[in-house]
Nanobody, 120 residues
């Protein structure tokens, strides 16, 4: 089993910053990708940022230039630095981790989500 836990959400004023963290633990052999999604009230979940095992990052146009991945390999934790936050960034943010378990099975695990609220 692989568990994913997000943290770091909160309330911030427009223009401010937050750093979300995504920690994966369990029987992990390798991680193929860590992906952040968000879901605003009344809207569909959208992919906003992805980090692959090769270090390639991909960002949605809506966050490109404002959000950045950081990785702490020793803790198997990935951080999403969010700068210049806007009210439209208000959403529940979810982390997804995919890869192989120690038993060489595939895992695809989601965290419980963390809420980000940006006030105008």
């Amino acid at each position: 089993q692989v568990q994913v836990v997000e943290s770091g959400g909160g309330l911030v004023q427009a223009g401010g910053s937050l750093r979300l963290s995504c920690a994966a633990s369990g029987n992990i052999f390798s991680t193929v990708a860590i992906t952040w999604y968000r879901q605003a009230p009344g809207k569909q979940r959208e992919l906003i940022a992805r980090l692959t095992s090769g270090g390639v990052t991909d960002y949605a146009d809506s966050v490109n230039g404002r959000f950045t991945f950081f990785r702490n390999n020793t803790r198997n934790t990935v951080y999403l630095q969010m700068n210049s936050l806007r009210p439209e960034d208000t959403a529940d943010y979810y982390c997804n981790a995919r890869g192989l378990t120690v038993a060489r099975g595939q895992y695809d695990s989601w965290g419980q989500g963390t809420r980000v609220t940006v006030s105008s």
